[in-house]
């Protein structure tokens, strides 16, 4: 008999239907894809259970991306290999107040969402700023790059000093 492994995950109530899917198609997509199964609560309770430990963590990793804010289309490229994912709190860079994180989601994001589309289109990863998290999809490579870039401009770097480094480590690949 099978060894059954289990996750639980909680994801914001406001990305459950986004989880769900019209219809269920995104959770059975994710379901079919991660070699798992899903049970979904409405308050946001996500239980995932399958028979092997790999499958069960790639799956939770998809689902807590959709929970940060990514459209359920791209956080299924974690299903890939060469795809990794990484979450940044903004306590973690001194954000306590409603203010600090929406000046610090502001720096990441920029005006009408270019500094984010600038840092994705360099580091060829995705980008989604959520509450009170940034989280990165993409290559092992780019996923650190943008997050050298991001955490340089959560701690006061301009934004030109931050475009400079991707620039210089576009040449090191």
């Given at each position: 008999?099978?060894?059954?492994?289990?996750?639980?995950?909680?994801?914001?109530?406001?990305?459950?239907?986004?989880?769900?899917?019209?219809?269920?198609?995104?959770?059975?997509s994710i379901?079919?894809?991660?070699?798992?199964?899903l049970k979904?609560?409405?308050?946001?309770?996500?239980?995932?259970?399958?028979?092997?430990?790999?499958?069960?963590?790639?799956?939770?990793?998809?689902?807590?991306?959709?929970?940060?804010?990514?459209?359920?289309?791209?956080?299924?490229?974690?299903?890939?290999?060469?795809?990794?994912?990484?979450?940044?709190?903004?306590?973690?860079?001194?954000?306590?107040?409603?203010?600090?994180?929406?000046?610090?989601?502001?720096?990441?994001?920029?005006?009408?969402?270019?500094?984010?589309?600038?840092?994705?289109?360099?580091?060829?990863?995705?980008?989604?700023?959520?509450?009170?998290?940034?989280?990165?999809?993409?290559?092992?490579?780019?996923?650190?790059?943008?997050?050298?870039?991001?955490?340089?401009?959560?701690?006061?770097?301009?934004?030109?000093?931050?475009?400079?480094?991707?620039?210089?480590?576009?040449?090191?690949?």
């Amino acid at each position: 008999m099978a060894l059954k492994f289990e996750e639980e995950i909680l994801i914001p109530t406001a990305r459950v239907a986004v989880l769900i899917g019209k219809k269920g198609v995104t959770r059975k997509s994710i379901e079919r894809k991660g070699k798992v199964k899903l049970k979904i609560s409405t308050t946001g309770a996500v239980h995932i259970s399958g028979n092997d430990a790999l499958d069960v963590m790639i799956a939770r990793n998809v689902v807590e991306a959709v929970g940060r804010g990514f459209n359920p289309v791209i956080a299924e490229k974690l299903f890939k290999e060469e795809y990794g994912y990484e979450l940044l709190s903004l306590y973690d860079f001194g954000a306590r107040e409603k203010y600090d994180f929406k000046r610090m989601r502001g720096i990441v994001i920029g005006e009408d969402g270019s500094v984010r589309k600038n840092l994705q289109h360099q580091t060829k990863t995705e980008i989604a700023v959520f509450g009170k998290t940034i989280a990165i999809i993409g290559p092992a490579e780019g996923i650190q790059k943008a997050r050298h870039a991001i955490e340089m401009l959560l701690t006061g770097a301009k934004h030109g000093t931050a475009y400079r480094f991707l620039e210089k480590s576009h040449g090191r690949q």
